[in-house]
C-alpha cells in the first residue's frame, strides 16, 4: 500500500510539473511526458493489478489536465501498461536501455494512440500537429527519461531507505535466482 | 660622628644623592636653551632603536587598524549587497506590477469596447500533454462560468471553455486541433471555419473565387452561437489555390500570443 501511495505521490508530482513549471521553462510547447516513463516503470517492477489500476488513473489524471477527450489518455496509458507487461516478459528486462527503448516505443505509440482516438471523438486535424511534433517530443522524453534513470540509481546508491527505490536493481535481483 | 654615619650611612647616602641632583639640577638650569654634549649623544644612539620601534608599532597598528577596518568593510560590503538584492527584487516585483498593469489597463479598455458583462480571470496552469491545447483559469461555475463561454483578451480571441468546476474552468484555445469557429476575413467579408493546428490556424471552407491575400484580419463571424461577432482571430500568412476544387487552403497566425497568456476575460451570457 506505501509503495502505492508513493508512486501515486510521484505520479501526482510529475502531473503538476508537466501543467505548471514545464511549460514555463521549456520552449515551444513541449513537455516531457514523465507520466510515461512512470507507467512504464510500473509495468516493468509492479504487479498487474496494482500497476493497471494506477496507469488508469494517471491518465484519468491527465485527462482532467490535458485534452478535451476524457478518457483519452487513461486508455492511452491503460494501454501502454498491459503492451509493456506482456513485451517485458519477452525481454531482457535488466538494461537500463530497455527502458528508454520502450520509452521510445510508448512514445510513438502514444502519438499513434492520441490520433487513432481523436479521429474516433471526430477529431481529425490532429494527425499533422502530432506527426509534427513527435520527433521533437520522442528527443525530449528520452532526455527525460534518461536524466530520470540517472537520478534513480543516484538515490539508490545512498543507501539506506533509498537503496530500497524500486527499480532496476530490484529488477535485476528478479533475474538473478 | 664617624659612629652615625656607620649607624645612618644608607640614609646620608641617600640624602647626599638627592642634594647631588638637585645640584646637577641646579647647574644645568643655566644650560638649558643649548643642548648638551651627552643628550647629543644619548639621542644619537637610541633614537634609531626608538624610530625602529615606533616604526614596528605603527605596522602593527596599521595592520590592526586595517584588520578591523576590513571587517567593517566586510560586513558593509555584506549589507549593501544585501540592499542591492532587496532593490533589485524590489524594482523587478515595480516592473512586474507596472507589466500587470499595462496589461490589466488593456483588458479594462477593451472591457469597455464590449457590450457583454465579462470576468476577468488569471491562467493558472496549463495543459499538461504535448498534443493538446489548453488551459486552466481560476473562475469557475461559482463565479457565474459554465461550459461553452467564450475567452479573449485585447488582442483578440482565446478560445472556450469545455470543462467548469466550482473554483475553475479549463479553457479549449483557438489553436486545439479540436477547435473550431465561424470567421470572416474582414476585408471582402468572405466566411468561412478557422480550425487549430498546432501553433497556427486555418480557415476552411473559404471558396475558391474569393481573393485573400496575406494580412487579412480574420474576424469572428458570430454565427457559430459561442462567440460573438468582430472579434479577432488572427491574421492570413499564406494563402493556397490549387487548379481544382471549391476552396483555397488558408493559414493564419493567431492574433494571441498564447505562450504569453497571463489574465483572460470571459465573455458571460447576455441578460
Not at chain 1, 487513432?116 to 477529431?123: P, R, T
Not at chain 1, 494527425?127 to 534513480?152: A, H, T, Y
Request: hydrophobic share 50%.
Amino acid at each position: 500500500m506505501l509503495r502505492l501511495t508513493v508512486y501515486f505521490t510521484l505520479g501526482f508530482i510529475f502531473l503538476v510539473l508537466q501543467a505548471t513549471l514545464l511549460p514555463k521553462v521549456l520552449p515551444g510547447e513541449f513537455r516531457p511526458d514523465l507520466l510515461l516513463f512512470l507507467v512504464i516503470y510500473l509495468a516493468l517492477d509492479e504487479g498487474e493489478f496494482s500497476g493497471a489500476l494506477l496507469a488508469w488513473v494517471f491518465g484519468f489524471l491527465l485527462d482532467i489536465f490535458a485534452g478535451s477527450t476524457p478518457g483519452l489518455y487513461a486508455a492511452t496509458l491503460l494501454t501502454i501498461f498491459v503492451a509493456v507487461r506482456v513485451a517485458a516478459a519477452h525481454l531482457n528486462t535488466e538494461s537500463s536501455l530497455l527502458i528508454l527503448f520502450l520509452v521510445a516505443c510508448g512514445t510513438l505509440f502514444e502519438g499513434g494512440m492520441v490520433i487513432l482516438l481523436s479521429f474516433l471523438a471526430d477529431i481529425d486535424d490532429i494527425s499533422m500537429p502530432v506527426l509534427q511534433r513527435l520527433p521533437l517530443q520522442l528527443l525530449l522524453n528520452l532526455f527525460s527519461s534518461l536524466l530520470l534513470l540517472r537520478l534513480i540509481a543516484l538515490l539508490q546508491s545512498h543507501g539506506g531507505p533509498l537503496a530500497q527505490i524500486p527499480g532496476l536493481r530490484r529488477l535485476d535481483s528478479h533475474y538473478e535466482s | 660622628m664617624l659612629e652615625f654615619f656607620r649607624k645612618y650611612r644608607l640614609r646620608v647616602l641617600l640624602v647626599l644623592l638627592c642634594v647631588a641632583a638637585l645640584l646637577f639640577y641646579s647647574a644645568l638650569l643655566r644650560y638649558r636653551g643649548a643642548s648638551r654634549p651627552v643628550e647629543v649623544k644619548v639621542i644619537a644612539i637610541t633614537a634609531p632603536l626608538l624610530a625602529m620601534v615606533d616604526g614596528s608599532v605603527e605596522t602593527l597598528a596599521d595592520l590592526w587598524g586595517h584588520y578591523l577596518w576590513l571587517i567593517d568593510t566586510a560586513k558593509e560590503n555584506e549589507d549593501l549587497l544585501k540592499r542591492t538584492r532587496e532593490l533589485a527584487a524590489e524594482l523587478a516585483q515595480s516592473d512586474e506590477i507596472r507589466l500587470e498593469n499595462a496589461r490589466l489597463r488593456r483588458l479594462l479598455d477593451f472591457k469597455d469596447s464590449l457590450d457583454r458583462s465579462v470576468l476577468a480571470a488569471e491562467v493558472i496552469s496549463e495543459d499538461a500533454g504535448s498534443w493538446f491545447r489548453t488551459v486552466l483559469i481560476d473562475k469557475g461555475s461559482e463565479d457565474g462560468l459554465r461550459e461553452g463561454l467564450p475567452v479573449v483578451v485585447a488582442e483578440g480571441v482565446v478560445g472556450r471553455i469545455i470543462r467548469c468546476s466550482a473554483a475553475y474552468s479549463r479553457v479549449l484555445l483557438v489553436t486545439d486541433a479540436s477547435s473550431a469557429m465561424a470567421v470572416l476575413v474582414q476585408r471582402h467579408r468572405t466566411r468561412g471555419v478557422v480550425r487549430g493546428v498546432g501553433d497556427r490556424l486555418r480557415l476552411e471552407f473559404a471558396l475558391r473565387q474569393e481573393e485573400i491575400l496575406e494580412e487579412d484580419l480574420v474576424l469572428t463571424s458570430g454565427t457559430g452561437g459561442i462567440f460573438p461577432k468582430g472579434l479577432v482571430v488572427g491574421r492570413v500568412t499564406s494563402v493556397q489555390r490549387d487548379e481544382y476544387g471549391m476552396f483555397q487552403q488558408v493559414e493564419l497566425s493567431p492574433a494571441v500570443d498564447f505562450s504569453r497568456l497571463e489574465e483572460v476575460l470571459v465573455l458571460l451570457e447576455q441578460e
